[in-house]
């Protein structure tokens, strides 16, 4: 990833933390702060698919896209104030960590077969 996007992606990451942890206090400020924090992942991660050929890491990223749905849901669900956006949250976060470490070892093992 280039500079800017990897800017963009931690401050994303870390606007959804500030939002799920400022909800207990403000949930109509969590929410747009979750808004924004959503908006930024999803942007950098559309724009930068997975690089390599083989099926099984286009497979991952389309998952990771799913993921990126169920974070976009919790946010509606901040918005309406209902307490299941926790639930919808840990899905895409299992969702996310999941593809995250097997996108990273698909790649490598796509970078050995090609040496």
Same mark, same amino acid.
């Given at each position: 990833?280039?500079?800017?996007?990897?800017?963009?992606?931690?401050?994303?990451?870390?606007?959804?933390?500030?939002?799920?942890?400022?909800?207990?206090?403000?949930?109509?400020?969590?929410?747009?702060?979750?808004a924004?924090?959503?908006?930024?992942?999803?942007?950098?991660?559309?724009?930068?698919?997975?690089?390599?050929k083989?099926?099984?890491? #286009?497979?991952?990223?389309? $998952?990771?896209?799913?993921?990126? !749905? %169920?974070?976009?849901?919790? +946010?509606? *669900? /901040?918005?309406?104030? #209902?307490?299941?956006?926790? $639930?919808?949250?840990?899905?895409? !976060? %299992?969702?996310?960590?999941? +593809?995250? *470490? /097997?996108?990273?070892?698909?790649?490598?093992?796509?970078?050995?077969?090609?040496?």
């Open positions: 990833m280039n500079k800017p996007k990897d800017f963009i992606f931690k401050l994303s990451a870390l606007l959804i933390l500030a939002a799920a942890i400022s909800y207990l206090f403000n949930p109509v400020v969590a929410a747009y702060i979750m924004i924090g959503v908006l930024g992942f999803a942007a950098v991660t559309f724009t930068t698919p997975y690089p390599g083989s099926l099984r890491g #286009k497979r991952l990223f389309s $998952i990771q896209i799913f993921g990126i !749905a %169920f974070m976009a849901i919790s +946010t509606y *669900l /901040m918005f309406v104030q #209902k307490n299941e956006w926790v $639930i919808s949250m840990l899905a895409a !976060a %299992f969702l996310l960590l999941y +593809t995250t *470490l /097997m996108l990273s070892r698909e790649y490598e093992k796509e970078k050995k077969d090609k040496e």
